[in-house]
């Protein structure tokens, strides 16, 4: 197992919000780091089990730091206008503040109260679930590892996006590193988080509209998964600076073995809540996929903002050198996210291609097989129907990032002729029972089918 760097508390149950009852949502933060881990571990492996996944291919899993690991806070804003309350929905209705969470990102907690105080100053109505009326239903809070924060402000109309827009001055300069605001519309009375329309406030700056992960693979992502946000060895460069033009991205560091790895966030696109671990993840994948020839071909479905497909395409090998690679996704802006951080890294589009589509639908079995196929699905995977055409495909290698399980289960079960290589559990969400689990597929060889009655094998055998 993975230890930390850095000295944890005594006992995990260091969240004052925890301790008194009032939130729960780290339900085994009770139990020490160490512990927690070893349960889910042994809990995922038993799941995967019936799915013809043996203990010896797993290895060590890749712990979490015990706090300030999330990059992302999902506020409920509740209280009133000139008093409103950031954090969640007790089981009383009322709400309970989260500002001072100790899982999230420093800057994140730097920001909530600056935040607040602008709800405040505005007068903006909290939403009240239960008499169905105001509009504000929640901040949405995203850190970069450069310290660079996206603010989306989920509103039931557009009544105060005029003053959350002239309010963008301030805020830049009370927060100081403010790169991407918007206002989400979600209109209906629903237990959903945010609506389709996306309303973009800081369309003043040509980078306004995507916020800058710069990922370290390598040795130096390995690391900083153990120890957490403790540092970005070789990283000289201050917060809040990391704007597209500041990246070597794709270039390997001074030892060869660490590269940055830029991805640009649409307000509207997925992104792993644990930065450091999310870096093991993808330097993980690129380690077990490091033999492939190359010119290979990857296709990655599911691609999101393009973080397994730019992480296995390498560094720039010139126009016509390197991997090909293939992503799809549904998301249109998370696939112009995808194209941009490519050209960041000196990536053709010859080499790097994008694509936005519905990746269930894809069969890679039509035309010539990918040499290796990624598949990073929702939590209901990727269904029965994907899963048999990668069955019946050829594919011959397969890495299979899930976060769910029990959905794995069920889609290996769909492709019996690949069997499990390897497999690593990642814990993104450290205190709870959520998992991500990537696994390495391999086609098993075919077996020779048995010679017909009668043929001139079987009449020697049976001569007398």
């Not at 966030?265 to 330097?283: I, M």
């Not at 397994?308 to 293939?326: I, K, N, S, Y």
């Not at 790097?352 to 699905?377: H, K, M, Q, T």
Request: hydrophobic content about 40%; aromatic content about 4%.
């Amino acid at each position: 197992m993975r230890a930390g760097s850095r000295p944890q508390p005594p006992s995990a149950a260091f969240c004052p919000l925890h301790r008194s009852g009032s939130c729960r949502s780290c339900p085994h933060q009770d139990l020490p780091l160490a512990d927690q881990l070893a349960r889910k571990h042994a809990r995922v492996a038993s799941v995967l089990a019936r799915a013809r996944v043996p203990d010896g291919v797993w290895l060590d899993p890749v712990a979490s730091a015990p706090s300030r690991f999330r990059n992302k806070a999902k506020m409920v804003v509740c209280g009133t206008a000139s008093a409103p309350v950031l954090g969640i929905l007790g089981p009383d209705g009322r709400g309970v503040d989260l500002r001072r969470c100790p899982l999230h990102l420093r800057e994140i907690e730097r920001a909530l109260p600056v935040l607040a105080r602008a709800v405040a100053r505005l007068r903006i109505r909290p939403y009240d679930v239960a008499a169905r009326r105001g509009e504000l239903k929640h901040v949405l809070v995203t850190a970069s590892p450069d310290g660079d924060l996206m603010v989306r402000w989920v509103l039931r109309s557009d009544r105060h996006e005029a003053a959350l827009r002239a309010e963008l001055p301030r805020l830049r300069e009370e927060l100081g590193t403010l790169a991407v605001m918007s206002v989400n519309l979600q209109p209906v009375h629903q237990a959903i988080i945010e609506g389709e329309e996306e309303r973009l406030l800081t369309d003043d700056s040509p980078d306004g509209d995507r916020l800058l992960m710069r990922l370290r693979l390598g040795d130096d992502g390995m690391r900083r998964a153990d120890a957490g946000r403790a540092g970005r060895p070789g990283h000289t460069g201050r917060p809040g600076r990391g704007g597209p033009g500041a990246t070597g991205a794709g270039r390997p560091g001074p030892n060869g073995r660490s590269r940055e790895l830029p991805l640009l966030l649409p307000t509207r696109s997925f992104f792993q809540t644990n930065t450091a671990v999310a870096e093991a993840l993808y330097t993980t994948a690129a380690a077990w996929a490091a033999d492939l020839d190359e010119g290979a071909e990857v296709w990655d479905l599911f691609c999101g903002v393009g973080g397994f497909a730019l992480a296995l395409a390498g560094a720039d090998e010139g126009a016509d050198g390197g991997r090909r690679v293939l992503g799809v996704e549904v998301s249109a802006p998370a696939i112009a996210g995808a194209r941009r951080a490519a050209a960041l890294m000196g990536l053709s589009a010859g080499r790097v291609r994008f694509e936005a589509g519905d990746a269930r639908v894809l069969d890679p079995g039509r035309g010539a097989a990918p040499d290796l196929l990624v598949v990073n699905p929702p939590r209901r995977g990727i269904g029965a129907g994907l899963a048999g055409r990668i069955e019946a495909s050829g594919v011959r290698r397969v890495l299979y990032s899930s976060c769910n399980p029990q959905s794995l289960a069920r889609d290996l079960g769909a492709m019996p002729s690949l069997s499990v290589r390897r497999a690593r559990l990642f814990d993104m969400f450290p205190h709870t029972d959520h998992a991500e689990v990537l696994v390495e597929l391999v086609r098993r060889p075919s077996r020779p089918s048995a010679p017909p009655r009668g043929s001139a094998r079987s009449g020697r055998r049976g001569q007398p």
